[in-house]
């Protein structure tokens, strides 16, 4: 009979915090790549001409570290849908064109004023190392059985 009566005060407490979990999961993750992102961004305004190689590896590093944190949070979940596969595939080439997008609207706003064509790559860094994080969030969370 006891078990009964605390039934459900914890499923109360249960339905009470697990949405503010939900919340701030969220939130630790939007903040993860929100570092990376600004982080890629801080990278493309490399003052120095002719290592863009070096800067390119350097920025594809920390977004497959991003990625791998990403899955962390969320327990390298599995179990997405072929629907889920195809558009990260297809997110992932798109988050290269809005990237492409973003560096061509910089560059030529650049054209106009001078200062912001410094800014070019990285925007376009800022603007893949977002998507990118945000296609890897929606991934892991297509897959998760959790509920989070």
Known sequence: MS???????TEDESLTTQPLLIKRHRRQIRNLILDYAMGAAIIG???FRGILT????IVGVLI???MWDIGSKWGYTKGQDPLAI???????????????????????LGLYV????GFAISAAFFT????LGQITNQFYASGD???R
């Open 145 to 147: 059985q959790g509920g």
């Open 54 to 57: 070096l800067v390119l590896l």
């Open 3 to 9: 078990d009964h009566s605390q039934d459900p005060v």
């Open 45 to 47: 305004l490399n003052p």
């Open 86 to 108: 195809a558009g990260n595939i297809f997110g992932f080439l798109g988050a290269f064109a809005i990237a492409f997008m973003a560096w061509v609207t910089i560059f030529c």
């Open 128 to 131: 893949l190392t977002w998507t």
């Open 64 to 66: 497959l570290k991003m």
């Open 114 to 117: 001078p200062l912001l064509s």
